[in-house]
């Protein structure tokens, strides 16, 4: 490959993102990447989903009022979540609210900001594909029973 090659190489890929997590604005190279099982198999993930602007209604309804049809969508939601087949982007403040290995997940990024658009990094898609049926019900069931408890005030 010629210099011009490389410095094809080097302007292809994507200049700028948002979080996947908290839509924050990040640069290119920044952030980790991660696959859906991990993301939502972060308890403080749906703790602070479930208290954000669109889903706050449906918590306080859960657990104020004990209110069926909210506690179904916060399932909904769980269930919508898991499924998403993409690719996470998170932030330096993000990347806290998960248990993973952060040299790995920083790898899986640069090769994101690399590739075209809807590049999937290895084993991310549907959760339910990825994580044994007992880790995915017990995360399932916090999320919809329990995520924001702590957050919110009754
Ligand atoms: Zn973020």
């Known amino acids: 490959?010629?210099?011009?090659?490389?410095?094809?190489?080097?302007?292809?890929?994507?200049?700028?993102?948002?979080?996947?997590?908290?839509?924050?604005h990040m640069e290119r190279n920044e952030g980790y990447a991660l696959t859906t099982s991990q993301v939502i198999s972060s308890k403080t993930y749906?703790?602070?989903?479930?208290?954000?602007?669109e889903t706050m209604s449906y918590t306080t309804q859960h657990f104020k009022d004990k209110d069926e049809n909210a506690t179904k969508m916060r399932g909904i939601i769980f269930e919508k979540t898991a499924e998403k087949d993409?690719?996470?982007?998170?932030?330096?403040?993000?990347?806290?609210?998960?248990?993973v290995d952060h040299a790995a997940t920083k790898e899986l990024a640069s090769e994101w900001w690399n590739a075209e658009?809807?590049?999937?990094?290895?084993?991310?898609?549907?959760?339910?594909?990825?994580?044994?049926?007992e880790a995915y019900e017990t995360i399932r069931d916090y999320a919809t029973m329990e995520a924001g408890a702590s957050l919110i005030r009754l």
């Open 1 to 24: 490959m010629g210099l011009l090659g490389l410095f094809k190489k080097e302007k292809k890929g994507k200049k700028a993102t948002q979080c996947s997590v908290c839509k924050s």
């Open 46 to 53: 749906w703790d602070h989903k479930m208290v954000e602007p």
């Open 86 to 99: 993409q690719t996470w982007m998170t932030c330096d403040t993000c990347i806290k609210h998960f248990d």
């Open 117 to 133: 658009n809807g590049h999937k990094i290895p084993n991310t898609g549907k959760a339910i594909d990825h994580l044994p049926n």
